[in-house]
């Protein structure tokens, strides 16, 4: 039985003077703080750390979101969250 998932669209992130971010190809949101957000993308699992942080216009059925504030780190934790990648980036959390 083949699983009915949305179609893959190119991931894009485009960050504007660590301010304003714009992100595409957003699955989910896994989580959400003024100093940490996590995204499950098409390219994997995605922590965007820094100070202040808003998310803003999130449209998951378009798949994009915008993410304000002072963005000090980007990091890709996995290949997707169903799979190894996010079973260690929650044993590192749970440790």
Not at 7 to 36: C, W, Y
Request: hydrophobic share 35%; with cysteine; glycine share 8%.
């Amino acid at each position: 039985m083949a699983e009915n998932k949305t179609p893959a669209q190119d991931h894009k992130l485009v960050l504007v003077n660590q301010e304003q971010m714009e992100l595409t190809g957003i699955i989910r949101v896994e989580s959400f703080n003024p100093e940490e957000i996590v995204l499950e993308t098409d390219c994997g699992v995605l922590a965007i750390r820094g100070e202040e942080l808003d998310m803003s216009n999130l449209n998951l059925e378009k798949r994009l979101v915008e993410i304000e504030g002072h963005i000090t780190e980007i990091v890709y934790t996995g290949q997707d969250s169903f799979g190894q990648g996010r079973k260690g980036w929650l044993e590192r959390i749970f440790k």
